[in-house]
């Protein structure tokens, strides 16, 4: 009797196995492109479809209605699962038609390889077309307020106010969203005063793409203010200084250091509030000569990208639409070399699927697949 009453908790613990392996065959939780299921592809609609969740988002990979039209047309695409679930008539249609032509079809295509004259190609292609349409990701931290007054938080805002300004002098840079990252290290358990070190700096150009860092340090204002006996309101001059570093995350080293401070004679205010005319005066000045000088170094920088996650054939790119990828763009697998050298060829992927706030998805057509150690840069832009 007692072992009949056994047999029935064989089942369960053969699912629970299969279950353990799944998960531990998954992909990492840090990473931002990643397999669901999310709490909405538990729904019937989606039970028998693949979801991927980048950046908190939700996508349902479909294939093209216009994949047979040939060209740089993908062959899959990623909807938003809202807008899937909305045109799921639309999308089951295409994937009955493929499946038909799947079944009525004899005709079997080889897998194409790569010529003697292809790999030729791939060691001597060191040519690149320009690239100052691509834009390259910076993390600009909230600075370290050292402000006089201990009811003034000022290291938040003024990080914020020179994002904006730097925003309007350069095309070529992106930035980054500080809170996301700050929240995504506390998942991590690292601490976001960690930003600057080597290894969190490298980490963060592997998950988010993030080619610099920008650090920094806030002093004062100290607002100065005379009175004569017939000035009730009085003469107002203030001064303040930033200290910031610019962190390559690649390398983790600091690439460039600044120190500005405005010029106190500028600031001068008289009459009422003159003491908050100065001050505004002072952030004016500090701002507008910091993010001059920081947007002339990060322009300089070389754009790359990463491969966040490589499955099968197809490999998962940090950058997409809003970096400057289009689709049919070919992509170089470097290995980097030397200082002020481009480093060794060894693949080259051809981009098919942009989809996310800034993702996209390659295949492999010629090399090796890009690994940890590898950057991805334009080779040719052939992307509409």
């Known amino acids: 009797m007692e072992s009949n009453a056994k047999k029935p908790n064989f089942p369960v613990f053969c699912i629970l196995f299969i279950f353990f392996l799944l998960f531990a065959c998954s992909t990492p939780s840090w990473l931002p492109v990643k397999k669901g299921p999310p709490h909405k592809a538990k729904t019937k609609e989606l039970v028998n479809k693949e979801v991927i969740i980048i950046d908190k988002h939700e996508y349902v990979k479909v294939l093209n209605p216009r994949g047979s039209e040939g060209g740089n047309q993908p062959k899959y695409l990623f909807i938003p699962v809202e807008e899937y679930l909305a045109k799921k008539e639309t999308f089951t249609a295409v994937s009955l038609k493929v499946e038909e032509k799947k079944g009525t079809s ?201 491969a966040a996650k490589i499955e099968g054939e197809e490999v998962y790119i940090n950058a997409g639409k809003l970096s400057g990828l289009r689709v049919g763009d070919v992509m170089d697998v470097l290995r980097p070399g030397f200082p002020g050298e481009r480093g060794e060829v060894r693949g080259k992927i051809q981009i098919l699927t942009i989809f996310g706030m800034d993702a996209s998805i390659g295949k492999l057509i010629q090399g090796k697949k890009p690994d940890g150690e590898d950057i991805l840069k334009l080779s040719v832009r052939q992307g509409s």
């Not at 834009?135 to 003034?152: G, M, P």
């Open 106 to 306: 004899t005709d079997i295509t080889p897998i194409s390889t790569s010529s003697v004259q292809d790999k030729e190609t791939l060691a001597t292609s060191v040519s690149v077309s320009p690239v100052a349409h691509l834009k390259k990701k910076v993390l600009v931290t909230h600075f370290d307020d050292r402000a006089t007054s201990v009811e003034e938080s000022l290291g938040d805002w003024l990080a914020e106010r020179l994002i904006k300004e730097m925003a309007q002098r350069s095309v070529q840079v992106l930035f980054t969203d500080y809170q996301m990252v700050k929240e995504f290290l506390e998942k991590q358990g690292v601490s976001p005063s960690d930003m600057g070190s080597p290894n969190t700096s490298k980490w963060l150009s592997e998950v988010f793409g993030i080619h610099a860092i920008v650090l920094g340090d806030l002093t004062g204002p100290y607002v100065f203010t005379t009175k004569e006996t017939k000035d009730q309101d009085g003469v107002s001059t203030a001064i303040m200084k930033i200290e910031t570093k610019i962190v390559d995350t690649f390398s983790g080293k600091v690439l460039k250091s600044f120190s500005v401070q405005n010029p106190v004679v500028q600031t001068k205010e008289r009459g009422a509030f003159s003491d908050e005319k100065a001050k505004g005066r002072a952030f004016a000045l500090t701002i507008s000569d910091l993010s001059r000088s920081l947007s002339r170094e990060l322009d300089r920088l070389e754009w790359f990208c990463r």
